[in-house]
C-alpha cells in the first residue's frame, strides 16, 4: 500500500471516530512517525499533504531535519536522555516525553526559544511504558513554572500493546481526567489543552477519549 493510500484509509477512520463522539476531525492532528523509515519513504509522508513528523531517536531526527528542514513540523516522541538534549532541542517543535526535572533543566539552559512540551504519564502497569505516575503529575507540572523555555501543552501517555479495548480506553480516560485536573489549576506556562494518545492500533478509541495529537507510524508507513 501506498503512504497516499494508507493515508485515505485512515482519514476515514478518524472521521468515523470523531463521528461516533461528535468531534470535528479539524480537532485532531495527525503525526506521521516516520522512526523506521528512511529519507525517501519519508518525502511521500509529506508529499501526501502531512507535516507533522514524529521520531524517537537524535539520529533520525537530525538525519531527516537536515533533509526536509522547516518543510515539516518536527516532533520528538522517544525518551530524551538529558545529555543529549542540546543536540536537538533547537530543531523541535514538540517533546512528547518531558516526565522529570532534570531534563526540564536542560532544556531550560539549551534552548533559544519555548518549546511546546507534552508531559508523558505512564497510565498503565506495563515496565516498558516510561512517564509519570499519575499521582505525581501535578507537583511536576506546578515545579515547571521556574522555566520559561517550556510550555506544557498538553499530556502524553502510551496505552500497553492489548486486544483489551476496555484496558486501553481507561488508560486513555485516566489522561483526560488528569489533564482537566491540570486545566483547573489554570497555570499560565501549562495551558493542557492537548492529548498526545493513539497509535496504530488504538487511534480510534484514543480520538473517541478525547485525543488531540494521535502518533502513527505502521499504519501509515508500514515498516522498511
Ligand atoms: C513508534 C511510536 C509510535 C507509533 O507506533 P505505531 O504503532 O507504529 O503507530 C507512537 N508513539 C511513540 C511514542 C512511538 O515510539
Redesign the pocket.
Same mark, same amino acid.
Given at each position: 500500500m501506498t503512504v497516499q493510500g494508507n493515508l485515505t484509509y485512515v482519514r476515514q477512520e478518524v472521521e468515523r471516530a470523531c463521528r461516533r463522539v461528535n468531534r470535528s476531525i479539524d480537532e485532531i492532528t495527525l503525526v506521521a512517525?516516520t522512526?523506521t523509515v528512511g529519507i525517501e519513504k519519508t518525502n511521500k509522508v509529506l508529499q501526501a499533504g502531512l507535516v507533522h513528523l $514524529?521520531e524517537?531517536r537524535n539520529e533520525g531526527l537530525l538525519q531527516k531535519y537536515e533533509y526536509f528542514g522547516n518543510k515539516a513540523t518536527w516532533h520528538f516522541? $522517544?525518551s530524551l536522555q538529558s545529555r543529549k538534549v542540546k543536540e536537538i532541542v533547537n530543531e523541535i517543535d514538540y517533546l512528547?516525553s518531558l516526565d522529570r526535572l532534570s531534563l526540564a533543566k536542560e532544556i531550560q539552559k539549551r534552548a533559544m526559544k519555548p518549546i511546546r512540551c507534552f508531559v508523558q504519564i505512564k497510565t498503565s502497569e506495563e515496565e516498558s511504558k516510561q512517564g509519570l505516575n499519575i499521582e505525581e503529575t501535578v507537583e511536576f507540572i506546578c515545579s515547571l513554572q521556574q522555566f520559561d523555555k517550556i510550555e506544557v501543552v498538553g499530556l502524553m501517555t =502510551?496505552a500497553p500493546y492489548t486486544d483489551d479495548e476496555m484496558q486501553i480506553r481507561s488508560c486513555f480516560q485516566m489522561l483526560r481526567k488528569l489533564q482537566k485536573q491540570v486545566q483547573d489549576l489554570n497555570l499560565s506556562h501549562a495551558p493542557c489543552t492537548e492529548l498526545s494518545m493513539g =497509535?496504530?492500533?488504538d487511534y480510534t478509541i484514543a480520538i473517541e477519549e478525547g485525543a488531540t495529537f494521535i502518533?502513527? $507510524?505502521?499504519?501509515l508507513v508500514g515498516k522498511e
Amino acid at each position: 500500500m501506498t503512504v497516499q493510500g494508507n493515508l485515505t484509509y485512515v482519514r476515514q477512520e478518524v472521521e468515523r471516530a470523531c463521528r461516533r463522539v461528535n468531534r470535528s476531525i479539524d480537532e485532531i492532528t495527525l503525526v506521521a512517525v516516520t522512526k523506521t523509515v528512511g529519507i525517501e519513504k519519508t518525502n511521500k509522508v509529506l508529499q501526501a499533504g502531512l507535516v507533522h513528523l $514524529g521520531e524517537n531517536r537524535n539520529e533520525g531526527l537530525l538525519q531527516k531535519y537536515e533533509y526536509f528542514g522547516n518543510k515539516a513540523t518536527w516532533h520528538f516522541i $522517544g525518551s530524551l536522555q538529558s545529555r543529549k538534549v542540546k543536540e536537538i532541542v533547537n530543531e523541535i517543535d514538540y517533546l512528547h516525553s518531558l516526565d522529570r526535572l532534570s531534563l526540564a533543566k536542560e532544556i531550560q539552559k539549551r534552548a533559544m526559544k519555548p518549546i511546546r512540551c507534552f508531559v508523558q504519564i505512564k497510565t498503565s502497569e506495563e515496565e516498558s511504558k516510561q512517564g509519570l505516575n499519575i499521582e505525581e503529575t501535578v507537583e511536576f507540572i506546578c515545579s515547571l513554572q521556574q522555566f520559561d523555555k517550556i510550555e506544557v501543552v498538553g499530556l502524553m501517555t =502510551m496505552a500497553p500493546y492489548t486486544d483489551d479495548e476496555m484496558q486501553i480506553r481507561s488508560c486513555f480516560q485516566m489522561l483526560r481526567k488528569l489533564q482537566k485536573q491540570v486545566q483547573d489549576l489554570n497555570l499560565s506556562h501549562a495551558p493542557c489543552t492537548e492529548l498526545s494518545m493513539g =497509535m496504530s492500533n488504538d487511534y480510534t478509541i484514543a480520538i473517541e477519549e478525547g485525543a488531540t495529537f494521535i502518533r502513527l $507510524g505502521t499504519i501509515l508507513v508500514g515498516k522498511e
